[in-house]
């Protein structure tokens, strides 16, 4: 789908009055495609639907899914709850926040590396690749800017591992834990790595050459073993149910997480990532419609795992998919053209 049909199509999806009965027609015409996804969505009122069509090893459970780079989501709130609970400027420097910090990138800020905008190298290395943070931060350290920090848009994994690492270094607790412990709203689902993980929940993988033509849970697949290396924290590989994920965007977005002013800073359109019609927030995207309306949304994926999340600001609704390859997108397009059933006619 072009960003043309794309942008008509979340046009009249911001029409929409999102009663329960279009929510679940939306979900449910994915079944007629064979996916292998679980979709969901919930509305401005607050209501809730899932559809799945996995097979897990323990029946009735909510999937566990890879949420790939939507963990820049979640990463980017947790920045801004360390930072409001801190007193920490968004303006504050790698210099003030992390010891050790080479001369080059030490004035590169929080804000910055949320809007990828610092120039920080974009990968060190294989997700799959056991590294720790002292040798995570070593490599991205020693590693030249791709562009001077400020000056444009450039897309970093690392970038995000570095703000994971300043969340850790500035709090005292794990990344992971940070998360769960201090962030999550208490009784939600949890969003994470190994505390999020049940290996009887998780979706697997297709058979393909990139899984040695195995079904390979995600914990194998998409992090190498029992837990990710810091190739990964921070910027992809985080785990939660579909529900998860919309009641953390919707505690996000309401303002249980961090405050209004905070909120209404992450979802603006920092930055142009270079075609002009999309723009990234903090740990999102921001798309500007020709009608008015905003779309807010993030995906990700590792050729094994897909998902991919859509706000749309005027209805209010969020829609949410994943799943096995790019079985995400797929859905996520057949959710948006099903829209068009409930919109208004124009």
Known sequence: MNRIAAAFLLTLIATASYADTATRGALGSVAA??????????????????ESFLDIDAPQADEIVDLGSITKT???????????????SLDASLGELLPDVPEDKAQ??????????????????????????????????????EAVPGSAYSYSNAGYSLLAAIIEVQSGLGYEDYLI??????????????????????????????????????????????????????????????QGFLSFWAAFLEGEI????????????????????????????????????????HDG???????????????GATFFSAGRNDAAFDAMKTMLSSA?????KL
């Open 301 to 315: 994926g590792n050729e094994i795992f897909s998902a991919e999340w859509r706000h749309v600001s005027s209805s």
């Open 258 to 297: 961090v405050n209004p002013a905070l909120v209404a800073e992450a979802v603006k359109p920092h930055i142009d990532e270079g075609d002009g019609d999309t723009f990234y927030g903090y740990g999102l995207v921001v798309q500007p419609l020709a009608d008015g309306t905003t779309v807010l949304w």
């Open 181 to 242: 412990d201090e962030v999550i709203p208490d009784g939600a689902p949890a969003i994470g790595y190994a505390r999020a993980y049940d290996a009887q929940r998780a979706i697997t993988s297709n058979r393909g050459w990139l899984t040695g033509f195995q079904r390979r849970a995600v914990a194998d697949a998409s992090w190498g073993g029992l837990e990710p290396g810091w190739n990964l924290i921070g910027n992809g590989g985080a785990v939660t149910t579909a």
């Open 33 to 50: 495609t064979d996916l292998a996804v679980v979709v969901a969505a919930r509305d401005a009122a607050g209501a809730m639907d899932v």
């Open 74 to 88: 979640v990463t980017a709130v947790a920045v801004l709850h360390l930072a409001q609970s801190k007193g920490l």
């Open 340 to 344: 068009q059933d409930f919109a208004p």
């Open 108 to 145: 590169i800020t929080l804000h910055q590396l949320l809007i990828h905008g610092s120039g920080i190298v974009e990968s060190t290395g294989n997700d799959t690749e056991q590294l720790t943070r002292s040798e995570f931060l070593q490599r991205v350290f020693e590693a030249p800017l």
